[in-house]
């Protein structure tokens, strides 16, 4: 147990809890005066707030968030048992609150709220190039592939196995250039500049630690190769390459509940959140006889993403408690979401697009915004005109949804909103995260104790008030337009 462990360990919920809960005492007293209902009818009004503080409570919120960025849980890792054990615990919890499984034909036809799916992890064994007779040492070179084998020979290719011979210069933008061929896909043979050596390397460690690519049916998406050599050649006058991978297969799940809707039942307003993270990192720490001694840290994920998938459990809860749905309410807990999006991708291949009304999906609301305690932004405020729905229905209680305060983070392909954007979907993600003063994002110390609970809890509110039009049918976004949405890579 390292001392971070043990520190997390010393403040059990019920502590953590009596503090939020004095907390939220104050943030009602004090600079939150924003938050008072001001308009509308007295007595629906106290009915509205009555039955969201009811049905979502800190109680139950901080209880949520805390087992699923607990240590028991180990960092959720997807490629571990812990990861199975949250979405058991989310699909427990979906059950707890009211909602039912869907049909998922990956079980037989059996209802279940684990929605199944295969990922590939592809993971570089050998390379071997020469060029112009010049052999190259591993540390010049680098691959990322999404085939198992490949061999390449100048003098003895098929004409259906062209490969694509590109030079990035001294003064070329070899990033620009990489995604360029990612997004075309095919074989493809990258002669870099030295100049580029410390970029090169950022891309040599990311391609060893492999790609993952999802394994499904309907995902016809062509892969590739592409091999970089860090070299001065500029003119290529013969090569030979050849190179292998390791693949292994995984099974992982997303958690989907849903409420079925009344009279607008084939209408859905999609909720979700993603409940993978990092895991569990493995460091050598020196003690004070000098003795390196092996240690593992937990990245416990709480903010990323444990907190947005403590919000749709409880909105999930106040929704079907209130009971007026016209539309059907799916909450959808995504796997993957830290390797590529793929829990997200393979839901999209499940389910027509067009049925979507609306996906709010809540990425890290466990801090307050830069706008102050228990607000929340949007990505891609531009892209529907969503936010303006949204933020119509909070005028009456001086609340609203703000636009994305990082436009140059593209946030808006940075979550699982952006798989259902590409098909149309009013599709955005509501964070309060502030990404350029959060030390906490991606790291261990991004636990339990790093939230802010009482703000969190009011964000949680927010988005079901602001979202109850989308749920009774009164509103309906317009649709993104998809050829305005970047694709995915083909190979990496």
Request: hydrophobic fraction near 35%; charge should be negative; proline fraction near 4%.
């Amino acid at each position: 147990m390292t001392k971070n462990t043990y520190t997390k360990r010393l403040k059990p919920v019920a502590l953590a809890t009596s503090f939020a809960l004095m907390s939220l005492a104050g943030l009602s007293l004090t600079g939150c005066s924003h938050m008072e209902l001001t308009s509308g009818d007295e007595s629906a009004k106290n009915d509205t707030a009555v039955s969201i503080d009811n049905t979502i409570t800190l109680e139950q919120v901080t209880k949520d968030v805390t087992y699923l960025a607990s240590d028991e849980l180990k960092g959720r890792d997807n490629f571990t048992p812990d990861i199975r054990q949250a979405a058991s615990f989310i699909a427990k919890r979906f059950e707890e609150v009211g909602l039912t499984p869907k049909q998922s034909p990956q079980n037989q036809g059996l209802s279940t709220f684990k929605q199944l799916y295969v990922v590939q992890r592809i993971k570089p064994e050998t390379l071997n190039v020469a060029i112009n007779g010049q052999v190259f040492a591993s540390e010049s070179l680098s691959m990322a592939t999404t085939l198992t084998d490949f061999s390449w020979d100048q003098n003895n290719l098929p004409a259906s196995q062209p490969i694509n011979i590109v030079t990035i210069g001294e003064g070329d933008n070899m990033r620009k250039t990489l995604r360029k061929l990612n997004n075309e896909g095919g074989q493809h043979l990258v002669l870099l500049h030295s100049k580029h050596e410390e970029s090169f390397k950022r891309y040599q460690s990311y391609f060893a630690r492999g790609l993952t690519k999802l394994v499904d049916e309907s995902d016809n998406a062509q892969g590739g190769v592409i091999v970089m050599v860090l070299t001065d050649i500029s003119q290529v006058k013969n090569f030979t390459v050849k190179g292998s991978a390791k693949v292994s297969e995984t099974t992982l799940s997303n958690v989907v509940g849903i409420l079925p809707g009344k009279s607008k039942a084939n209408e859905i307003v999609l909720y979700s959140a993603h409940y993978d993270h990092l895991g569990v990192k493995t460091s050598v720490d020196e003690t004070p006889n000098n003795v390196p001694q092996k240690t593992s840290e937990i990245f416990n994920g709480a903010d990323d993403d444990a907190s947005g998938v403590s919000a749709i459990i409880n909105l999930a809860n106040y929704f079907a408690k209130t009971g007026d749905n016209e539309r059907t309410l799916m909450f959808a807990a995504f796997s993957a979401e830290e390797i590529g999006g793929f829990g997200s991708r393979h839901f999209s291949t499940h389910i027509d697009p067009k049925q979507i009304t609306a996906m709010i999906n809540i990425e890290m609301i466990g801090k307050p915004a830069v706008f102050g305690e228990g607000t929340v932004w949007m990505t891609g405020m531009d892209r529907s005109n969503l936010g303006e729905q949204l933020n119509q229905t909070l005028a009456p209680q001086n609340l609203k949804v703000y636009a994305d305060p990082y436009p140059k983070q593209n946030l808006f392909y940075r979550s699982d909103n952006a798989t259902l954007a590409r098909l149309g979907v009013p599709a955005h993600s509501f964070s309060s995260t502030q990404l350029d003063k959060d030390q906490h994002y991606h790291q261990t110390s991004d636990d339990i104790n790093s939230l802010n609970l009482p703000s969190m809890l009011q964000v949680i509110k927010m988005l079901a008030t602001a979202t109850t039009p989308l749920v009774d049918g009164s509103i309906t976004p317009s649709r993104i337009d998809p050829n305005k949405v970047k694709r995915n890579g083909l190979i990496y």
